[in-house]
């Protein structure tokens, strides 16, 4: 699996009850928590949280991430906009995705999102690895 990535949108490798983000944020608040000059838990509820350092059609070019991640049989994967990653812990993101099937579990993390607050779109995609050719 290959995923190209800028900006603030994620996606997760759920896997046998973990999940793991395979994408990097690319705001100012990430590189903070890079940096060590603020911790993860901070990051979260920053008031510059949204100030993102690269994104597509800002500027002629952008470097893009590339991250490539073998897959398995059962692997779930998950693109989301911060809409949701701002509102939705990595933990319970898991849990209702492990829970429920993938059309339920969007609906679910969506409304999970609306009811903190909901105040950015949420993008939710969901993908279910059943064949590996």
Same mark, same amino acid.
């Given at each position: 699996?290959?995923?190209?990535?800028?900006?603030?949108?994620?996606?997760?490798?759920?896997?046998?009850?973990?999940?793991?983000?395979?994408?990097?944020?690319?705001?100012?608040?990430?590189?903070?928590?890079?940096?060590?000059?603020?911790?993860?838990?901070?990051?979260?509820?920053? /008031? $510059?949280? %949204?100030?993102?350092?690269?994104?597509? !059609?800002?500027?002629?070019?952008?470097? +893009?991430? &590339?991250?490539?991640? *073998?897959?398995?049989?059962?692997?779930?994967?998950?693109?989301c906009s911060d809409g949701l990653s701002n509102l939705v812990?990595?933990?319970?993101?898991?849990?209702?995705?492990?829970?429920?099937?993938?059309?339920?579990?969007?609906? /679910? $993390?969506? %409304?999970?999102?609306?009811?903190?607050? !909901?105040?950015?779109?949420?993008?939710? +995609?969901? &993908?279910?690895?059943? *064949?590996?050719?």
């Amino acid at each position: 699996l290959y995923i190209a990535n800028v900006g603030d949108s994620r996606a997760y490798l759920i896997r046998e009850g973990k999940i793991e983000q395979i994408t990097e944020d690319h705001s100012l608040v990430s590189e903070q928590v890079k940096a060590g000059m603020i911790s993860a838990s901070d990051a979260r509820g920053h /008031k $510059l949280k %949204n100030i993102i350092t690269r994104s597509v !059609g800002y500027q002629e070019e952008v470097d +893009i991430d &590339l991250v490539c991640k *073998e897959v398995r049989h059962g692997d779930k994967l998950l693109l989301c906009s911060d809409g949701l990653s701002n509102l939705v812990e990595d933990r319970e993101i898991e849990e209702l995705v492990e829970k429920y099937d993938i059309r339920e579990a969007c609906e /679910k $993390l969506v %409304n999970s999102a609306n009811s903190r607050g !909901g105040d950015d779109n949420i993008t939710v +995609i969901i &993908l279910q690895v059943d *064949e590996i050719t």
